[in-house]
Nanobody, 121 residues
Framework: QVMLVESGGGLVQAGGSLRLSCVASGRTFTQDNMGWFRQAPGKEREFVATIEWKDSSTTYTNSVKGRFTISRDNVKNTLYLQMNSLKPEDTAIYYC??????????????WGQGTQVTVSS
């Protein structure tokens, strides 16, 4: 059974940092593009960042560029999102996602259950 399990969310003050983790299990994910989405209350789920399987190149949504860093450890089957200089508008449920060979902005094969990030002003 394939599972993505996020952790690391919590409550932090504006300007603070959090590191999200997503552990993938059930098979290897070395050929999966992986990334993060988020959904704020009353809003649609939006793309945050992705890292490609073949060369670890990264892409970010404009609002997090320079503040968030996505990375992956294929030995540990784990995806990370380092979030610095957090703002109240970053408050959302953050979801891990994977797609075999395809960009996650095109298709998501697996979703995690989500982890809540709350940034207070």
């Amino acid at each position: 059974q394939v599972m993505l399990v996020e952790s690391g969310g919590g409550l932090v003050q504006a300007g603070g940092s959090l590191r999200l983790s997503c552990v993938a299990s059930g098979r290897t994910f070395t050929q999966d593009n992986m990334g993060w989405f988020r959904q704020a209350p009353g809003k649609e789920r939006e793309f945050v960042a992705t890292i490609e399987w073949k060369d670890s190149s990264t892409t970010y949504t404009n609002s997090v560029k320079g503040r968030f860093t996505i990375s992956r450890d294929n030995v540990k089957n784990t995806l990370y999102l380092q979030m610095n200089s957090l703002k109240p508008e970053d408050t959302a449920i953050y979801y891990c996602a994977s797609a075999f060979l395809m960009p996650i902005t095109t298709r998501v094969d697996y979703w995690g259950q989500g982890t809540q990030v709350t940034v207070s002003s």
